[in-house]
Structure formats: structure tokens, C-alpha cells
């Protein structure tokens, strides 16, 4: 059984920076792909940013340029920059991962706001 736990979520004024993280743990041979997604109240879930286990991304348009993921595999982490921060960021955003098994984990959320 694979855990994801994140952290770094957190109250943040218009225009801030917030970095996420995520750790993976567990029963696990390796991850394969790595996502933020995020979810507010009323609205449906959706995708942030992806990354593979190569290093490859995928960012929303909505954040892009914005927001960054990363990871260090060596420590099975991901994580998400988040700068210039707008009031409709605000959510709960959710790490996933993806791997052999195959495993498809989620993480309990973290919760982030923007607001003044």
C-alpha cells in the first residue's frame, strides 16, 4: 500500500508564494507519474500539473507560467511552486501518483488560500 502525504498548504495574500510537497511511501517498486490536482467547493477536481518519472511536466493552462512541479525521485517526493498566487486558486489540492502493480494513490489534501 503506497501513502501520499502532503504539506506546505496554508493562508496567502494575492500576488504570494506557496510551495506543496508530497511524500510517497510504502510498498512500492517505483513511481511512475506524479500530479497535483486540486479541487474547490462546489467545482470539480482537476488536474494542475503532472510530471513523469523522466522529468517531464504538464501544467494546466490556467496556472502555466505561474506554477512549477518537481520531484526528487530519490526521495519519491514531488512538489508544487506556486507563485503570484490569485483568490480562484483557492483549494484543496491533492498529490497523486501512479505507478507499478499498478497503484493509484491519493493523497488527503492540503488546503490553500488566497485571500487578503
Known amino acids: 500500500q503506497v501513502q501520499l502525504v502532503e504539506s506546505g498548504g496554508g493562508l496567502v495574500q494575492p500576488g504570494g508564494s506557496l510551495r506543496l510537497s508530497c511524500a510517497a511511501s510504502?510498498?512500492?517498486?517505483?513511481?511512475?507519474?506524479m500530479a497535483w490536482y486540486r479541487q474547490a467547493p462546489g467545482k470539480q477536481r482537476e488536474l494542475v500539473a503532472s510530471i513523469t518519472s523522466g522529468g517531464r511536466t504538464n501544467t494546466a493552462d490556467f496556472v502555466k507560467g505561474r506554477f512549477t512541479i518537481s520531484r526528487d525521485n530519490a526521495k519519491n517526493t514531488v512538489y508544487l511552486q506556486m507563485n503570484s498566487l490569485k483568490p480562484e486558486d483557492s483549494a484543496f489540492y491533492y498529490c497523486n501518483a501512479v505507478g507499478p502493480g499498478p497503484f493509484n494513490a491519493w493523497g488527503q489534501g492540503t488546503l490553500v488560500t488566497v485571500s487578503s
Open positions: 510504502g510498498r512500492m517498486l517505483s513511481i511512475s507519474d
